[in-house]
């Protein structure tokens, strides 16, 4: 088969899986494009593979935890900016700060800076099965939405309800 010949080629050659890859996806040569592009569309699935496979699960795991923290840290070294207004000392802060205004406010520019923390803590309050939250991700979009268009600005909202508790 064809798939065993470029196998028995790479072998030959001393050529690596990872040496492949990576002449590929560096390389601007237009030819390599569609193996480039199978490559990319099929990046999940190799993930997947690589997982399941034996030995691998903890380095594939490994390494995705580090890059989701990564990512989650650079989000909220950004987010608490001063350019997006939520840079603040704890020690000073205020119990006004900490109204339903101010926390409106860092729900909408969580979501809107950092989509991925936004995505973390609302996994995060669903993570206790026997008490999930009340509200689906498309009533809370609806809620910011509402927050951004000022429609509920004199509502306070039940944080127990939003965090699941009874």
Request: hydrophobic content about 40%; glycine content about 6%; aromatic content about 8%.
């Amino acid at each position: 088969s064809a798939m065993n010949s470029v196998l028995q080629l790479m072998l030959a050659n001393e050529v690596s899986l990872w040496d492949l890859v990576k002449t590929v996806l560096s390389t601007p040569q237009p030819s390599y494009q569609p193996i480039k592009d199978s490559l990319e569309q099929h990046g999940v699935d190799i993930c997947c593979l690589l997982f399941s496979s034996v030995g691998c699960c903890e380095i594939v795991f490994g390494w995705a935890f580090e890059t989701v923290v990564g990512v989650l840290c650079e989000e909220m070294v950004n987010l608490s900016s001063e350019s997006n207004g939520l840079h603040f000392k704890a020690s000073k802060t205020t119990s006004t700060q900490l109204e339903d205004l101010f926390m409106r406010t860092l729900a909408l520019k969580i979501k809107k800076v950092s989509p991925n923390v936004f995505k973390m803590l609302l996994a995060l309050l669903d993570a206790n099965l026997g008490h999930r939250r009340k509200f689906s991700m498309a009533d809370i979009t609806e809620m910011l939405q509402e927050y951004e268009e000022g429609v509920q600005e004199d509502e306070e909202m039940d944080l127990g309800e939003f965090g699941g508790d009874d």
